[in-house]
């Protein structure tokens, strides 16, 4: 049975002498919402790649916007606008430190990387696609990442291009460098996939992008919260990421763009604060990044965003990337040895997503059988139905870890399986 | 917590792993899919109808534990009756698994449907246990296009 205890209390400081630093139950104590029971029973946070935990300082960053410097931003002369301004606009600074960017107008504060795909396939997408091009994607993306390129497919008459997988849940890169020819116009692909924990090789992806001279977007939503990204390594042209899967708050996220093309592109919304000049006649759009920011923005979520920065600088992530393999392969091992269970999506390099099936039991039962034992985890297609049909599956069950994750509580979940079998059959 | 063993009682376990008028009806005269886009359910509903009554009916597909049984034992319950009749006892069981059923004197006259009374506590699982009982209605309604929960 689950002991009783308290999960952090029986969880080892030091696992490996190559991150000894890291010290999970110090990390714990930052997401204070991890310390709670579900029905007297400690809560098991796995759905993490459907949104993740935030800690106390990202809280307390936001709480102290609205209760000492709420106000409207780049427009007020009064004090609190100044405050609020500062805030918000040192945020994009330490974004773009962070990802190493070279210029902050190439940071655009989104809703999250749904709406960061939306504005590239609607701005560019528009004015660069035309009928008879083609556009590549792969069979492991989101949603968010396959319909905004159908849309735009759908009004040009282009064509939508998928990379195949293997059955491992790996891309096909030899299959991905024969899809291009002269109509070839846009590349968009996930760095780490939602659904199988797949990490792709983006960067050769995008040295053969450019090879033909085409364009790509990365998908990086489930990448940040478990690696430090680089965009001018990866020399991306766009790449997007929400900031509530990287322990920051939700209603926000970025779009990294090259400035040359952010340049080139018309704006998405129009409205307040990304025009310099409006008549009837005509409108002089402002500079980057407001062009691309029409309204008031989640201002509170900017700032948060910020102090998420700040909490993440503060964590050594080669050492959280050594932690969350050390789960990913303990999991692994410990879930595969469960009869009739199996793992869908064996990559060799994957962050630590787990998706698997489970003999005669649906994905659903499993959920809420592991609720009842105050385990959290996601059920279903996981917005990605695609791969669904590609491993001839309806749904998933998927245990996604983070930083905070302990092997006590992968034993927790490994102990929930053989309870919801015993349950249902 | 809701308790588990409400939800997963033992006829829900029983119709999941043997579900009952399991098959295609290649003379049905009604054939309607149901699917819930949120987590990939999905089922066929056959129905013979002759002046009114459900001659006979039938499904297939794949889903949860708790929508599979729930078509098992709706197929089972509403065979033999009257297309009025059906339709009542759907507003019935979906009056017990939103849980506004009063009493458990109104719940026993629902025989085994009753074992769905658990589902209540469980707000996320309602659409699995309505699912195959919207595409019925569908059905008896002589709508031929997809259903869906949402």
């Keep these: ?425 | 917590m809701p308790a588990l063993n409400e939800l997963y009682q033992e006829i829900i376990l029983d119709h999941n792993k043997s579900p009952r008028n399991f098959r295609k009806m290649p003379d049905a005269t009604r054939k309607v899919e149901g699917y819930n886009p949120l987590c990939g359910d999905h089922y066929t509903v056959y129905v013979k109808l002759e002046d009114d009554i459900i001659k006979d009916i039938s499904f297939e597909g794949a889903g949860c534990a708790i929508s599979k049984a729930s078509a098992s034992v709706m197929s089972a319950t509403v065979k033999g009756k009257t297309k009025a009749e059906a339709e009542e006892l759907f507003e019935s069981f979906h009056t017990l698994v939103t849980g506004k059923m009063d009493g458990m004197a109104e719940i026993s006259t629902l025989g085994k449907l009753a074992a769905f009374s658990g589902v209540s506590e469980f707000p996320a699982r309602v659409k699995c246990a309505t699912l195959a009982w919207h595409t019925l209605k569908a059905a008896l309604e002589a709508k031929e296009e997809v259903v869906t929960t949402e």
């Design chain 1, 1 to 425: 049975m689950r002991p009783a205890n308290e999960i952090v209390t029986s969880e080892p400081v030091v696992e490996s002498r190559l991150h000894k630093t890291f010290d999970v139950r110090k990390i714990r104590k930052d997401f204070p919402i991890l310390n709670q029971k579900v029905d007297g029973k400690p809560l098991v946070y796995l759905d993490n790649a459907a949104t993740s935990q935030k800690p106390q300082v990202v809280i307390d960053a936001m709480v102290k916007y609205y209760l000492e410097e709420n106000s409207n931003i780049h427009r007020g002369v009064h004090y609190l606008s100044e405050k609020a301004t500062q805030s918000y606009e040192a945020a994009r600074d330490k974004i773009q430190k962070y990802i190493n960017a070279s210029q902050r107008q190439e940071i655009i504060f989104v809703r999250g990387t749904t709406e960061g795909v939306n504005l590239v396939a609607s701005s560019y997408g528009r004015s660069n696609v035309k009928q008879g091009d083609e556009i590549i994607i792969s069979a492991m993306e989101h949603h968010s990442n396959i319909v905004p390129w159908q849309i735009l497919c759908e009004e040009k008459g282009a064509k939508l291009l998928i990379i195949p997988m293997n059955d491992a849940g790996e891309l096909l890169l030899d299959e991905y460098e024969k899809l291009f020819n002269s109509r070839t116009k846009f590349i968009a692909v996930n760095h780490v996939s939602n659904a199988l924990g797949t990490v792709n090789p983006i960067k050769q992806i995008i040295t053969i992008a450019h090879q033909y001279g085409v364009p790509v977007l990365v998908d990086g939503a489930q990448a940040v919260p478990h690696m430090r990204v680089d965009v001018l390594d990866l020399d991306c042209d766009f790449y997007v990421f929400s900031g509530h899967k990287m322990f920051g708050p939700t209603g926000v996220g970025v779009l990294y763009g090259k400035k040359k093309f952010l340049d080139a592109m018309p704006p998405y919304h129009g409205g307040g604060d990304m025009i310099k000049y409006v008549t009837f006649e005509k409108t002089i759009y402002n500079d980057l990044p407001n062009k691309f920011e029409a309204g008031t923005p989640n201002i509170a979520g900017g700032v948060g965003l910020g102090a998420t920065i700040d909490y993440l600088n503060k964590i050594d992530m080669t050492a959280v990337r050594a932690h969350e393999h050390e789960l990913l392969e303990y999991a692994t091992q410990a879930l595969s040895s469960i009869k009739g269970l199996s793992i869908i999506g064996t990559a060799k390099e994957k962050a630590s997503v787990i998706s698997f099936v489970l003999e005669d039991v649906h994905p659903h039962d499993i959920g809420t059988i592991l609720d009842d034992d105050g385990i959290a985890i996601r059920t279903g297609h996981h917005c990605a139905q695609p791969v669904m049909q590609r491993f001839g599956i309806p749904a998933t069950a998927r245990a996604s870890f983070a930083m905070y994750n302990t092997k006590v509580e992968v034993d927790a979940l490994v102990e929930g399986i053989y309870r919801v079998i015993e349950v249902l059959t």
